[in-house]
């Protein structure tokens, strides 16, 4: 199979895992949101934020290093895979300790125990981290899509059912443990490779080189993702963390993911052409295109239907987070295209000069949600939209100078998205007015009818404005519905 049909198959299935998972999330977050607190939500944001920071330094950057190296020995992988598995135990034994210090450092004594318990997560997500990386760099991402939708079904369902049985912040907690130990052993069977029991610390030092500064950027940029949550948790409490981290749950992380679900196959798809500059910057330019089609309208509507959408989707309880999510979907606009700048760094190996980048974007992060603080969640979400304000260009100019591709190029092969989005917005606003303060229609009538009517708007401008890219889209669906 040739690199385009390869990708074009693995982008399908990578879409259609991320299809079910987030809208299991959204399902799921909106069920447990009526059965739950925003109390509860509070407390396990307050240990995800170290969980998942020490995720990252569990994966240790080890299946990006065998994603892009082009030549890994079965020693070598091998070894990569005990290194793996050290590293999973060093952390889980890390998280233990921890524990104390982050009751501490919160003031909430139930966290004590629930840290106790999420402890092994580590140690069993190791399992499945370089079966992984091997399958992602031949693009086979049938065999990860089957793993993922079923970790995400048994750990959604499992939240529900300890949520009805009034198990409180324990069914956020046991979703965690099971997402990480289906996960893990879908990925071991699915993998068709098995370790031997040869090690050796020589034979990992290539892969570790490269993963180590990835793992530094990982480790800043996680901190720069969750430092708000760490700041509101600790200065302003549970119950306001709980607002905030449910409107980032609903909008900025599954918009940030419609690219990163494209990226797991352009990451190894740009990797075997990572000497072709023409061709990568013409991939490149291609694929934030498809990117931006999807994401900007969503983002717009979600900024003019955030009242209705809270209200119907979560509930009356959570009105403050409606302006979060107007703030927020700045962020996620500015994010969706933004993000797709890695794929550039780690397919050219240039991991070092991504950790740079994220020390620099850490200290602006990190003045930004400092002063954004003094004006409670609110400010936060603003100071964040802010912040990716300003960074915006110099995101995109250093690794657009790997591939030679110019900024103002990059804004004028978008444009025209933008422009539709703008008046589709504007169109939705309108309707919005109409219905909510002419006629007075319930929540969901307004909800449903401005959907729709953006929905066939915006579709009618883009084709009216760049029929091309509608046919391009068209055509990519074809060939996604053939594989």
Known sequence: MDLRKSTIKGTGWSILSQAFRLTSRIVVVAILARLLTPDDFGLIAMVT?????????????????IIQKPDLSEDQISSSFWLNILIGIAISLVFVALAPLIALFYGEDRLL?????????????????????????RIDFRPIAISEIAAAAVAGTT????????????????????ASFILA???????????????????????????????????????NRNLDNLLIGRFLGSELLGFYDIAYKILLF???????????????????????????????????RYIAFISFPIVTMIIVLAPE?????????????IQIIQTLAVVALVQSIASTVGWLYLSKGKTNILFLWGIITAVVYTAAFVIGLHWSIEGVAAAYAIANVLLLYPAFAIPFRFINLGFLHFIRGLSLVVLATAIMGAAAFGIRYLLADVVVVSDVVTLVAGA????VIYIGLI??????????????FKALREK
């Open 463 to 476: 084709y009216w404005f760049d029929r091309k890219l509608v046919l391009e889209i068209i055509s990519l």
């Open 159 to 178: 939240a529900i059912v300890l949520a009805l049985l009034g198990a409180g912040v324990w069914s956020l907690v046991f979703q965690v443990l099971a």
């Open 254 to 288: 599954p918009l940030q993911n419609i690219s990163a679900v494209i990226g797991r196959v352009m990451f190894p798809a740009l990797s075997t052409i990572q000497d072709d500059e023409v061709r990568m910057r013409e991939a490149y330019m291609n694929v934030t």
């Open 452 to 455: 729709a009517v953006a929905v």
């Open 185 to 223: 052993l879908f990925l071991w069977f699915k993998c068709e490779w098995k370790p031997s029991l040869h090690f050796r610390w020589s034979e990992t030092r290539g892969i570790v080189s490269f993963g180590l500064y990835l793992t530094g950027f990982q480790f800043v940029n996680y901190f």
């Open 309 to 321: 959408f809270t209200r119907v989707v979560l509930g009356d309880q959570w009105e403050r987070s």
């Open 113 to 137: 125990t629930i840290a106790l318990v999420l402890s092994p997560m580590f140690f069993i997500a190791s399992f499945g981290m370089v079966q992984f990386g091997l399958l992602s760099k």
């Open 49 to 65: 934020v170290v969980t998942n920071l020490l995720l990252v330094l569990n994966d240790a950057g080890i299946p990006s290093a």
